[in-house]
């Protein structure tokens, strides 16, 4: 009937068009938004024909119509499409809306797009235009606060840092928790967003509910995030550029003590019989004394280490198009200098896609490139302790030159600590991953509503990480063994993918609406890794740097291939009846080479219902209040595969630690050990998932709110599962165990105030997450983890993952505690007081800490829980202004109820006998006599009691103390925050001044990120940190990176 | 592989009707295509070793025994935390006043970590004899070089064994697995009795001891003849001890009586074997076997004392770890010259020392032992007669000579070095003497292993090429002396013979007309001179009884002279003295209890 149709009127117009030519008309016309602003590119079709037009850069056209009867249509991305009856007249002007309406906003979900007002599942759309405005290289960066239900955090400030991403609690225990990425349909198992210009991206979704991850699979129970480019949009070729520049700053300092504090430290704990150096005596015959220091200047390796840093961000991207053919090609680089020196990151990208429509055929093709480069030291665990501890001044006989310019404190060379300055400045370590992925489709439409896509992809990625530690850093001075050393590590992974599908679209009486998807998918990843390091380089050169790997001695080789393959097959159903009820039920068969036999093959169902309760009639009256409403349900089962390729197996490593035994002192015999006991009966771990939830729009859609509830538990954990040393293996894969999560999440968007010219909106979302573990490894109960030299992180039964573990720290001991005998001036710890295991000869000021158990010892039996590494809530806010062309936004992200175990105060807040070592200003205030209530443990030195004549110092301690550097609460704040992530300032330049330009359009801002932090937290800099991040391991702060404030500029042009 | 086929297909410009079909048959053929070769596509090889794609031939086997024997080094096992954490006995004590937790300071405890990985360094060896004896047969067929396959099983069986004799030696009753586990979900084992596993060392031992190599076939680092039938002597000794630490503990007591006989019979006769082959000698003097061991030479004078060797070599300044920490953490040297710009940091000799952190000094028991035997040849040599002298500081520091404790002179020097007074040498080294009062003499490093003597340079700070003695011929002749006095009324001819021979190598009288509880003392003492500071004491102690009262008794002596005889800084040494009964018995890891809910209890104490 159609195509009868189509026929006909292809018939006539071919007929009119030649007999009646002079029936034409000519119409010119101007086509504009609601605020006047000429659209440019809009089509313009005359209706039933092929026939049509473009408008110009002032939004003008001019078209030659068959007659009056004939019907103009006009479409418009992001605008709503018109049409328009041509008429008599011979000018029309045409105002288009644009159709910002929330609820016909398209949300990409697996395999297809679909409109919100449809969705029966919980995906999230991020706000992408406000997340822009934070100028950030990677749009994860950007991600935090925004999204209920995604925690997005980084483990610290460093340029490039990759974010982690929880999608509603984490399920696996030992295994990775980062969502699925899919990048234009490819799905990325280690993905990040970081191979994508953020400019680039047209769309992000983060899909929640099993009725939304389901149709992923097993690789959906972390949540999945969907990003989709640009495509190029049809019309004249826009070009537009972006640039921004700005400046970076370290927002804190920790100070440590100054020159007569830190010599007075010395005295205090140093014996008259061995004085420290710095009472020595200098060229001049001169004894120095603490008095000669009261005006030294300090040297402040911390300020040598910042320094202000650039920031540069450019963008320039083509897009343009037919109908028949359009297309978009981009590029793009970043640049980052660290505030820390001799750090950066950069990174260039290039994309370029086209999409060809023939009749009912379209083909997509794409490619997308991009090489990023991590430069210098991620500072973690190391930097900042050689910072805040090296010496701030010189013996009294000591050059100020030779100490800044020495790589080692000479007197000091025993225990390792370099100069914090030189050996950043001279460490090399790079860190390049580059990427290439291509991909394309076609898609055909059979009949209508019948659609086949197919499309295939591939994927290359290369890292390559370069490391070279010359004579004056850390890993390669005369001291180490290794001396100048270089290590090359080099991995290189291949991904194809070939995914078909059939859609079936059909609308009964506009009464039975059905969906229907199937499709089936194969993808195979190959990887190789390399990794060589050469010691004893001879000659290091400045020039050569990794060049002169190759004259080293050769050291470590190793390598390794892996390989795994999946195949899948998938079917969804999406039915509603009216818009009004409606069912979705989704099924994914998947297929994987990690497992055996029948454990290869998973089956992850979903079901959801929906009901639109305004659509129902009883609601019309009230629909002034409720502008739409809808209640959501849903269940699902997805999985998670993320074990080794080859875990099933019994595996055999060739080691040249543990495997070697040097039979007639020969180097050669090195031997093979069984590394891994194998478990073919591994299978995939699987969270089912409850969530309700409901969408609803208040006061003619001033309001809107969104709220879930949901529950998941993960059955058949693939843990890392602990065995019986007497097995003869330390771990293996196992599925074993179960956690659950359950939470809710919020997010509300008013519109407070919206005139012609103003307009203001808040957005506000909160999330709440409830963590616990089910069960272990069979029969366990706990297990313990560290990031310290003892345990301090646990995971119990019945509790939420990664608790902080230790002791409970009630203060220093105080005189009251102790018995004094007047005639050998010692103190004696009363029998009644708890004292530490094997310190009974405790003194005042020494750490005190709570005996639980009361057998008046404080030994591991007296650990306990005593924080909590994962937030109770977090969030964001923005408000977002708009006046005429200005805007303004603010944006704040909080996270409530987490602690953060700092290994900082338990290393500079504590003297813990090391000796010639700064420490934060904060320990001026440890227990002393004169100070005989501060709780922070007293200054002495471990060998103190070597000392001849004890009696004549006070106080009098013999044993160095183990308690000092236990893990408890003492180093345990609150790591809650509210912080002022970014505040943008933009103009549009007015259309008049734009066209005086011959410009389209052109946006001017400033913006700066990171600006205000309300913490209580002071253990470090920052309290969004994660050295040795892990699900067991959260919330641990050990020299960390600081964040950056960071002021930009910049303009965003497109003509 | 159609899916490819399909994307390229799609470029060839058909239309209309042809397009559709052929796009239907695609379609359907792919469908289709996939569905028959799934299994195929899921299927991958591994490209990675597994126990399936290995043991092939008989290259492979003797790869993978190395890995049997590797253990043995490893720095939780005789590398070096074996013997600066567990095996402390009452000759020497830990030289550090902050207590590291460890036996040695009588602060272990259920998470001790050195247990734990002593723990699963054992049941690694254990777990790897296991493979390599389920799959020797396969790799080398019954038809081919059967005398090697022979061998290779039986060093695999003689290692498992000596792993499991350690585990009992410390913890008592372990679990006794002699399979590979095969399933991940069936773990769990429980505690076997010990004397269970006794008879199944034993057998094995005496099962594997024909195939083995004459000791002056190999070097002593590999399994000989000669080494198994004294590590037979050696368990029947402890095993016959049992008696003393159950019943100290309060377990039921295992060993009946007769038993007891046996076991001292089996060990004289297994030693005796050693003795009768006349393989094996005494070298002059003592000290030749300790720098052998530390110059990477086996048994350089032809005498073949040395009869099993822990083999470690190299200074990690290659990828393969094998060198280890004695002489280092267990040992003497001096100060750490690798930093030092000087030429003398890659030297040999008393150019460059070694580093040594000398966390082992020697007690007042085993300096009036040596004192009262008058024993200098032993004495000097175990415990360190001299300091090293330097100038400089940090990049500049040299070695300048000796300065040697006062009295501590020795021979050669007697006549050039007089108190008071210096004597430089051809190469300029200076050596001088101290006097009484500099300090006590008694605070002094442990010095059998010496850094001095090391071949390999750069000398590393922190690794050393040092073999550790697992088992010499001296300690085989005190075996057979100390067996044969507790089979008979009194000691023999046989006993007389042998603790005089070693007697007579250290220069000292030779014993005579002792009761036999004169002669177990005086065996005991002897064992202190000859064997201290080789991992062996802290269980002859056990075996003898009294280990805790014995250990009291030197901190106390310790606490009495402080000041006088004992310096006073040394005073917290008397702390890890304190032995409680429990730690006859070692605890089962916490780790493994937590994981093995098979065992459901430790060891009384624990």
């Known amino acids: 009937m159609m195509k009868l149709n189509k026929l006909l009127n292809v018939v006539a117009l071919l007929f009119l068009g030649i007999v009646f030519a002079n029936a034409e008309k000519a119409v010119l016309g101007t086509v504009t938004d609601a605020g006047g602003e000429a659209l440019i590119g809009v089509s313009v079709k005359i209706k039933g024909t092929a026939k049509g037009t473009i408008t110009d850069i002032n939004g003008k056209f001019g078209l030659s119509v068959p007659g009056t009867y004939s019907v103009l249509a006009f479409s418009y991305i992001g605008y709503e499409s018109q049409e328009v009856k041509v008429g008599v007249q011979n000018k029309l002007t045409v105002i288009m809306n644009s159709n910002s309406k929330d609820l016909d906003e398209v949300v990409v979900v697996g395999y297809q797009e679909i409109k919100k007002r449809d969705l029966t599942g919980s995906v999230g759309k991020a706000d992408l235009d406000n997340m822009l405005k934070m100028n950030v290289s990677n749009v994860d960066q950007a991600l935090a606060g925004r999204v209920a239900g995604v925690l997005a955090s980084s483990n610290q400030g460093t340029p490039g840092e990759e974010m982690n991403i929880v999608i509603r609690g984490t399920n696996s225990i030992t295994g990775s928790n980062a969502p699925l990425y899919v990048i234009d349909g490819f799905p990325m198992e280690d993905g990040t967003a970081s191979t994508v210009n953020p400019r680039d991206i047209e769309s992000m979704e983060v899909l929640k509910d099993a009725s939304a991850t389901a149709i992923y699979g097993a690789r959906g129970s972390n949540g999945v995030i969907i990003i989709t480019t640009k495509k190029g949009q049809v019309g004249a070729p826009v070009i537009t550029y972006d640039g921004s520049f700005g400046i970076q700053r370290t927002p804190k300092q920790m100070p440590v003590l100054s020159t007569y504090e830190f010599v007075k430290l010395q005295q205090d704990v140093y014996y008259a019989s061995a004085p420290s150096p710095y009472f020595s005596t200098d060229a001049n015959g001169k004894k120095w004394t603490l008095a000669d220091y009261e005006n030294m200047p300090s040297i402040n390796w911390e300020k040598m280490v910042f320094r202000d840093a650039p920031i540069q961000n450019h963008s320039l991207m083509i897009s343009g198009g037919k109908e028949d053919s359009r297309y978009t090609a981009s590029l793009s680089y970043f640049n980052q200098d660290g505030i820390i020196k001799n750090t950066n990151y950069n990174r260039m990208q290039g994309k370029i896609s086209n999409t060809i429509k023939k009749k009912d055929l379209t083909i997509y093709l794409g490619a997308n490139y991009s090489r990023g480069i991590q430069f210098g030291s991620t500072a973690a665990g190391t930097l900042f302790s050689n910072v805040w501890g090296y010496r701030p001044a010189v013996y009294p006989n000591q050059s100020n030159d030779a100490f800044l310019n020495d790589i080692f404190d000479e007197s000091m060379i025993s225990d390792y600590r370099v100069n914090p300055l030189l050996s950043l400045q001279n460490e090399f370590k790079k860190t390049s991953r580059s990427e290439l992925q291509t991909n394309g489709y076609l898609q055909y439409e059979f009949t209508k509503g019948l659609l086949l896509k197919a499309s295939v992809g591939f994927t290359n990625q290369d890292l390559l990480d370069e490391t070279y530690n010359n004579s004056n850093t850390r890993a390669g001075n005369k001291t180490t063994a290794n001396r100048v050393n270089a290590t090359e590590n080099t991995s290189s992974r291949q991904t194809w993918l070939n995914e078909n599908t059939l859609t079936y679209t059909k609308s009964f009486d506009k009464t039975h609406n059905i969906n229907a998807l199937v499709g089936y998918t194969m993808q195979a990843s190959d990887n190789v890794a390399y990794l060589s390091q050469t010691i004893q380089i001879p000659s290091e050169s400045e020039t050569l740097v990794m060049a002169g790997m190759g004259t080293g001695t050769p050291f470590t080789m190793t390598s390794s291939a892996s390989r795994w393959t999946m195949m899948s097959y998938l079917g969804r159903v999406n039915y509603n009846y009216k818009n009004r009820y409606y069912a979705t039920a989704s099924f994914r068969a998947d297929g994987s080479s990690r497992f055996k036999g029948d454990n290869q093959f998973g089956y992850f169902p979903s079901g959801s219902l929906a009901w639109n309760f305004t659509e129902e009639h009883f609601m019309k009256p009230i629909s002034n209040i409720f502008s739409s409403g809808k209640f959501r349900l849903s269940w699902g089962v997805t999985g998670n595969n993320r074990v080794g390729d080859f875990d099933t197996y019994a595996k055999l490593t060739k080691l040249n630690s543990s495997g070697v035994y040097p039979f007639d002192n020969s180097l050669t015999s090195v031997g093979f050990i069984p590394s891994t006991l194998g478990n073919p009966n591994l299978r995939w771990e699987s969270t089912s998932q409850w969530n309700a939830g409901t969408d609803i729009s208040f006061l003619n859609q001033r309001l809107f709110l969104t709220l879930d509830v949901y529950k998941k538990s993960t059955d058949d954990l693939l843990l890392n599962a602990n065995l019986p040393y007497s097995s003869g293996y330390t771990s293996g894969y196992k599925n074993i165990g179960k956690t659950e999560n359950r939470g809710i999440e919020i997010t509300l968007k008013t519109i407070n105030i919206k005139t012609k010219d103003f307009t203001w909106f808040t957005s506000f979302n909160i999330s709440f997450n409830q963590n616990k573990v089910v069960s272990l490894t069979e029969n366990q109960i706990s297990l313990l983890s560290s990031t310290m030299t003892l345990p301090n992180y646990y995971t119990q039964i019945g509790y939420p993952l990664g608790l902080m573990y230790g002791y409970v720290y009630e203060g220093t001991y105080k005189y009251k505690d102790f018995n004094y005998d007047e005639l050998n001036r010692t103190y004696t710890i009363k029998p009644d007081v708890p004292t530490f295991t094997g310190e009974t000869t405790a003194q005042p000021g020494f750490p005190k800490y709570r005996d639980l158990n009361g057998d008046g010892q404080i030994d591991s039996n007296d650990q306990t829980v005593i924080g909590r590494g994962t937030p109770i809530h977090f969030g964001g806010f923005i408000n977002d202004f708009t006046y005429k062309g200005f805007n303004l936004s603010i944006f704040f992200q909080w996270s409530y109820g987490n602690d953060i175990m700092s290994g900082n105060l338990s290393n500079y807040q504590t003297f813990n006998g090391r000796t010639l070592t700064n420490l934060f200003t904060t320990f001026q205030d440890h227990w002393s006599p004169e100070n005989p209530d501060s709780d922070i443990p007293v200054a002495y030195r471990p060998d103190f009691f070597q000392s001849v004549n004890q009696k004549d110092f006070f106080p009098k301690f013999t044993y160095f103390k183990a308690s000092l550097n236990v893990p408890s609460n003492r180093i345990i704040q609150d790591g809650s925050f509210l912080r002022l992530k970014n505040i943008t300032l933009s103009y549009n330049l007015s259309s008049k001044i734009v066209k005086i330009l011959k410009l389209s359009k052109v946006r001017l801002f400033v913006n700066a990120n990171d600006i205000w932090l309300l913490t209580g937290y002071k253990g470090g800099y920052d309290p969004e940190v994660s050295i040795q991040n892990s699900a067991l391991t959260p919330g641990y702060d050990s020299s960390s990176y600081p964040r950056a404030l960071s002021m930009n500029g910049g303009v965003s042009v497109s003509f | ?606």
């Open chain 2, 1 to 606: 592989m159609t899916h490819i086929i399909n994307s390229r297909s799609i470029q060839s410009p058909l239309s209309g009707k042809w397009q559709l079909n052929f796009i239907k048959i695609l379609l359907s053929l792919q469908l289709v295509l996939c569905l028959s070769s799934c299994s195929d596509f899921l299927n991958t090889t591994p490209t990675t070793i597994t126990k399936d794609n290995y043991f092939h031939d008989k290259s492979q086997v003797q790869s993978f025994l190395i890995s049997v024997y590797s253990p043995l080094m490893t720095e939780s096992f005789y590398g070096d935390a074996y013997l600066t954490k567990i095996t402390a006995d009452d000759l020497g004590y830990y030289n550090r006043a902050a207590p590291a937790m460890s036996v040695a300071c009588v602060s272990t405890s259920i998470s001790d970590p050195s247990l734990k990985s002593l723990w699963r360094t054992l049941y690694d060896g254990i777990n790897r004899a296991n493979m390599l004896l389920e799959n020797i047969d396969r790799a080398i067929p019954a038809s081919t070089d059967s005398a090697a396959r022979e061998q290779y099983r039986s060093e695999a069986r003689i290692l498992r064994a000596f792993y499991y004799f350690t585990l009992i030696q410390n913890f008592g009753d372990v679990p006794l697995r002699t399979q590979t586990p095969t399933d991940i979900n069936n773990l769990l084992l429980a505690r076997t009795p010990k004397q269970q596993i006794y008879d199944f060392i034993t057998s094995e031992m005496i099962a594997a001891e024909p195939y083995l190599p004459s000791a002056v076939t190999v070097n002593p680092g590999h399994l000989n003849q000669s080494a198994v039938r004294g590590l037979l002597a050696r368990v029947y000794l402890f095993r016959a001890g049992e008696n003393y630490r159950d019943a100290a503990v309060g377990n039921p007591i295992t060993n009946s009586v007769d038993s007891i006989t046996a076991y001292f019979t089996h060990a004289r006769d297994w030693a005796l074997k050693v003795k009768t082959s006349n393989l094996h000698d005494l070298v002059t003097p003592y000290s030749q076997v300790f720098i052998d061991l530390s110059s990477d030479k086996y048994n350089s004078t032809g005498v073949k004392e040395s009869i099993w060797e822990v083999e470690i070599a190299g200074n990690r300044t290659t990828s393969i770890l094998a060198a280890g920490r004695i002489g280092n953490t267990y040992g003497y040297g001096g100060a750490d010259l690798k930093s030092s710009a000087a030429p003398d940091a890659d030297k040999t000799g008393l150019a460059n020392p070694g580093y040594s952190y000398g966390y082992y000094y020697c007690t007042l028991k085993l300096f009036d032992i040596y004192k009262s035997e008058a024993d200098s040849a032993r004495g000097n040599w175990n415990i360190t007669p001299f300091t090293y002298t330097y100038t400089g500081s940090a990049a500049t520091t040299k070695v300048t000579g000796r300065k040697y404790f006062y009295g501590k002179i020795p021979a050669s020097l007697s006549t050039l070095l007089l108190p008071g007074k210096t004597y430089t040498d051809a190469n300029g080294y200076i050596y001088s003497v101290g006097t009484v009062t500099d300090t006590l003499n008694t605070a002094r490093c442990m010095a059998k292993y010496r850094r001095e003597y090391e071949q390999v340079l750069p000398k590393d700070k922190n690794y050393t090429p040092i073999n550790f003695p697992l088992l010499r011929y001296s300690d085989v002749l005190l075996m057979i002396s100390e067996a044969e006095n507790e089979i008979n009324a009194a000691p023999t001819t046989l006993a007389y013979e042998c603790v005089n021979k070693v007697r007579s190598r250290a220069k000292i009288n030779t014993l005579s007309g002792l009761t036999k509880d004169q002669f177990r003392d005086a065996i005991k003492k002897e064992r202190a001179m000859e064997l201290c500071f080789e991992a062996t004491r802290r269980f002859d102690l056990i075996r003898w009884g009294g280990y805790p009262e014995t250990m009291k008794a030197v901190g106390t002596e310790m606490t009495n002279n402080l000041g006088t005889r004992w310096p006073s800084t040394m005073g917290f040494a008397s702390d890890y003295f304190k032995v409680p009964v429990s730690y006859y018995y070692l605890p089962i890891p916490s780790y493994e209890m937590s994981v093995n809910k098979l065992i459901y209890y430790n060891n009384p104490g624990w």
